[in-house]
């Protein structure tokens, strides 16, 4: 169960976006591994002694650049990449793991109508978010209309007793909007098998918590400012189990004749998002799924995912960016873990 949530005025003891809480985070029992893997930084705290943590570290880094290999648009022979350039109705054998994912994704596709869409990888790449290097400046609408041509999850088939994937018409996979989040419940996993109960997974703000630290103290993560200037803290948790993901449109963009374009596409016009959303979090049990519906509920704005969060009995925290301000949202569900805290 979630528990606690607190305003902060001021912004304590902060690492990028995830808090640990100023007493008691030095304390041996909690140990730390760290790195870098997809693109970004991770960070595991677990409840461990030296000799424990030291025995993970490698574990943990291998369970993540497995994802990595088998997800990644960067890496040529991963197995995103290979389904990208494998030729229409060819059958192309995945991992177990990307078979997985991939069938995750396209239940998100569904169930958000298309606002998450895994095949959003032309647009990426267009609009220069991908790996390919483009300078940052709008599509013509001709090259949008084409990259749109190529979007679409319903023509994405897999074989899940045979781990395979085949698209119908040309189709590239983007699976950044869900691998970290995956690969947090790896590690989690990983942990929990090996015995240990108590622990924080964060990859690239994606994250999963167990347990508690010594002491009985609950993690502490936070909700970052949707403020593309600074780093500073909006919102603060106290967190037991479940996983929180947050999508905003206050990081990666760039700007041309004064007007911001956000990295977060809208699969079905091929342009940046347009409404007053800046951020959406998402609790939950699983990190694949917290990361998938962050994705989805930016794309749709404020209103359609709240009305997609009751559908789908999910706890969402929205920011939307008014005049001078911001305001929160918070869906019933939220609402309802906060109250049993109190």
């Not at 304390?27 to 030291?54: D, P, W």
């Not at 119908?168 to 989690?188: C, H, N, T, Y």
């Not at 929180?244 to 956000?262: H, I, K, L, V, W």
């Amino acid at each position: 169960m979630f528990y606690g949530l607190k305003k902060l005025g001021v912004w304590l003891c902060l690492t990028a976006w995830l808090l640990s809480g100023c007493s008691g985070w030095g304390a041996a029992e909690v140990q730390k591994l760290s790195g870098y893997s997809m693109g970004t930084s991770f960070t595991v705290s677990v409840v461990a002694s030296e000799s424990e943590a030291r025995a993970l570290d490698g574990e943990v880094r291998t369970a993540i650049d497995e994802v990595n290999v088998a997800m990644s648009t960067y890496l040529p022979r991963s197995d995103v990449s290979r389904f990208n350039d494998a030729p229409v109705n060819g059958w192309i054998a995945v991992s177990p793991m990307t078979a997985e994912v991939v069938s995750l994704a396209l239940e998100v596709a569904e169930a958000s109508n298309g606002a998450f869409d895994p095949t959003i990888g032309p647009l990426v790449d267009l609009w220069g978010f991908g790996p390919k290097e483009t300078t940052d400046q709008v599509p013509s609408e001709d090259e949008i209309k084409a990259a749109l041509a190529m979007v679409g999850w319903q023509a994405v088939e897999i074989d899940m007793t045979a781990n395979k994937l085949r698209k119908m018409e040309p189709r590239e996979l983007d699976l950044s909007a869900i691998a970290k989040g995956f690969a947090v419940d790896q590690v989690a996993n990983l942990l929990e098998a090996r015995g240990f109960e108590d622990y924080l997974v964060e990859i690239g703000g994606e994250m999963r918590f167990s347990g508690t630290k010594p002491g009985d103290d609950p993690w502490r993560v936070a909700i970052e400012s949707p403020d593309s200037d600074n780093r500073s803290v909006y919102e603060v948790l106290e967190v037991t189990n479940g996983s929180m993901a947050t999508s905003g449109d206050y990081r990666n963009f760039f700007e041309q004749d004064g007007q911001r374009y956000s990295h977060t596409l809208d699969p079905k016009t091929g342009y940046p998002i347009r409404h007053d959303l800046v951020s959406a979090t998402v609790l939950g049990d699983r990190s694949v799924f917290s990361d998938a519906y962050a994705t989805a509920f930016m794309v749709m704005g404020a209103e359609a995912a709240l009305s997609l969060a009751a559908e789908q009995d999910m706890a969402v925290y929205l920011i939307q960016r008014g005049e001078g301000e911001y305001t929160e949202t918070r869906s019933v569900q939220f609402e309802a873990l906060f109250e049993q805290s109190n």
